[in-house]
Nanobody, 123 residues
Framework: VQLQASGGGSVQAGGSLRLSCAAS????????VAWFRQAQGEEREFVAA????????SYSDSVQGRFTINYDRARNMVSLQMNRLRPDDTAVYYC?????????????????WGQGTLVTVSS
């Protein structure tokens, strides 16, 4: 599975961005898909995940209510809609996928990774 993330950029606090992650090589039939992020000098952290069936979604406390993860089966694409962005959302964002329905928050449990896309939020 090849993952290609896009959509990062610079935005002022309170603004919105939408990240996309296109998958190729295999259609996600029974997978979990997720977004992680890594701020400079910090460890990579979980942001959001969902099953490709749409039956389950999970968000970190810091983004709950502001970010929305979605999966478009027809396009085999995962998105992350980010609203009410804050300076502490600044990070490199990574999309990830794994086999199975579980949605673990540890990055070690995810099999496939895209390259990162940088999101910068200024105050």
């Amino acid at each position: 599975v090849q993952l290609q993330a896009s959509g990062g950029g610079s935005v002022q606090a309170g603004g919105s961005l939408r990240l996309s992650c296109a998958a190729s090589g295999r259609t996600f039939v029974t997978y979990g898909v997720a977004w992680f992020r890594q701020a400079q000098g910090e460890e990579r952290e979980f942001v959001a995940a969902m099953t490709t069936s749409g039956s389950s979604r999970s968000y970190s406390d810091s983004v709950q209510g502001r970010f929305t993860i979605n999966y478009d089966r027809a396009r085999n694409m995962v998105s992350l809609q980010m609203n009410r962005l804050r300076p502490d959302d600044t990070a490199v964002y990574y999309c990830a996928a794994r086999d199975g329905w579980e949605l673990p928050r540890g990055d070690y449990a995810w099999n496939y990774w895209g390259q990162g896309t940088l999101v910068t939020v200024s105050s």
